[in-house]
């Protein structure tokens, strides 16, 4: 698309629509757009070549600076608290996460504490057998404040390194969910002193603009960390992780890649802004 071609009107406007066609966001896209316009005007820019460069450097530089790490406590067990919508992928994010943690040699314990949705424990057993992990789950339609702090309980007992709370998402009944993760959020900290160190948001990336609705609604609740984005299969809408940063100034740290457990990865953004334009061709 601008390898090999002279930089014009025409072709920044291409290069525009390709942007927000990504989820890259108005904002961004604006901003981006206007230096381009800008250097092009005024004799700076010409080539395609050199609008992919300055393209992939303000991307880079957007995202750049941010902490991707994820917390670990002093002393142990660390808490990471997985939250998001129903049918974002949450439940197999945790299940990516744990392994993740396993294949650090990090020991892990699960709280199932999304009781209200039968089939999100029955799934979540089914990954802590597969991992050879141990969970914590509670009688269909549980307080889950009672299955946390009976995990938290536990996780202390055992000494394990990690406890991954896994919560509901249903927000269909907004303020409802949002006490029950205020709750969730409380009960772990007063049993596990500093608990949730991480509270991770899972969003879906092919949910696009609605990502970014669904994130507001629950930083009003819970002091979210970072970012799992799922269902990153591909670069197409790979602009997302933009948009989020600059809706929500919360940096993405993980991103799901596949269906298996293996299939995650900490975010690399200069990698991944790479890879979004690497099908260039003259």
């Given at each position: 698309?601008?390898?090999g071609r002279r930089l014009s009107e025409e072709l920044i406007d291409e290069i525009e629509a390709r942007l927000i066609a990504a989820d890259t966001g108005v904002a961004a896209t604006t901003a981006i757009i206007d230096q381009l316009r800008q250097a092009y005007r005024t004799g700076n820019t010409t080539r395609g070549d050199d609008a992919l460069e300055s393209l992939k450097g303000q991307l880079k530089a957007r995202l750049a600076g941010a902490d991707r790490s994820l917390a670990v406590a002093a002393v142990k067990p660390t808490v990471v608290l997985i939250a998001g919508v129903n049918g974002s992928g949450k439940t197999t994010s945790a299940a990516k996460i744990a392994k993740s943690f396993t294949d650090d040699g990090h020991s892990v314990l699960l709280a199932a504490a999304d009781t209200f949705r039968a089939a999100a424990v029955a799934q979540l057993s089914i990954w802590a057998e597969r991992l050879g992990v141990d969970i914590v789950k509670g009688a269909p339609g549980a307080d889950p404040a009672a299955v946390v702090f009976d995990a938290a309980d536990a996780a202390l007992a055992r000494g394990v390194?990690?406890?991954?709370?896994?919560?509901g998402g249903r927000l269909h009944t907004q303020a409802n969910l949002m006490r029950q993760l205020?709750?969730?959020r409380d009960v772990a900290a007063k049993r596990i002193p500093g608990a949730p160190h991480e509270v991770l948001l899972v969003l879906d990336a092919t949910a696009g603009q609605n990502a970014i609705a669904q994130a507001e609604i629950?930083?009003?609740a819970i002091d979210?960390?970072?970012?799992f984005?799922?269902?990153l299969d591909g670069t197409a809408k790979g602009g997302i992780v933009v948009?989020?940063?600059d809706a929500l100034g919360i940096p993405v740290k993980l991103i799901g890649l596949g269906e298996t457990p293996d299939?995650?990865?900490v975010f690399d953004p200069d990698a991944f802004i790479d890879a979004m334009f690497a099908d260039e061709k003259a």
């Open positions: 698309m601008l390898l390194d990690v406890l991954l709370i896994d919560t205020t709750k969730i629950f930083t009003k979210i960390t970072g970012i984005l799922a269902k948009a989020i940063h299939d995650v990865e």
